[in-house]
């Protein structure tokens, strides 16, 4: 138990475009879905906390204008980027928690990635 | 220690060898460290979480040891197998939140 999955896997989109990736919890109900975005040789840095129903909490740094999430149900959590350029080229990967006492130490499933190439 | 420190980078063993990596993570306000193993075009996966100090964790070949005071964790591969081969992370958080911190991760590489 405990998948969970992200499309697209990779995706190429030209500058100004926008580009929305999904992120589902396939077995279980995740009150809790994170972002993360990893650059080159870096660790993956966490981007927000999104909780269902209510609105994403940013890192330091992160546009949340630029970076749009809505956790509409328990299993879906997208990232949209809004008017893509060459610099948001990354890797983002997501994360779910399952819900209530189901969560062991706060442990995190991870979705497999989705590599963003901007023209 | 201010942020998570993983080493080595990575590593070329070869199939049978014995290895070991190191996480070094901020000792204050300690709640839990996460190993996780990255196998590449596939979702990280969760090998131990371990919260007090002194833990020890196996599975199969694979354990871990955790010093919460002094701010390290040991991963420990034994008889290291080509199926072994992954990015090694790790994680850490801090009292009451659920927020990962990472390292950026120990590559393996094990070779016939």
Partial sequence: ?119 | ILNVEQSPQSLHVQEGDSTNFTCSFPSSNFYALHWYRWETAKSPKALFVMTLNGDEKKKGRISATLNTKEGYSYLYIKGSQPEDSATYLCAYTTGGGNKLTFGTGTQLKVEL
């Fill in chain 1, 1 to 119: 138990g405990a998948v969970v999955s992200q499309h697209p896997s990779r995706v190429i989109c030209k500058s100004g475009t926008s580009v929305k990736i999904e992120c589902r919890s396939l077995d279980f109900q995740a009150t809790t879905m994170f972002w993360y975005r990893q650059f080159p040789k870096k660790s993956l840095m966490l981007m927000a906390t999104s909780n269902e129903g209510s609105k994403a909490t940013y890192e330091q740094g992160v546009e949340k204008d630029k970076f749009l999430i809505n956790h509409a149900s328990l299993t879906l959590s997208t990232l949209t980027v809004t008017s893509a350029h060459p610099e948001d080229s990354s890797f983002y990967i997501c994360s779910a928690q399952k819900g209530g006492s189901g969560s062991s130490y706060n442990e995190q499933f991870f979705g497999p990635g989705t590599r963003l190439t901007v023209l």
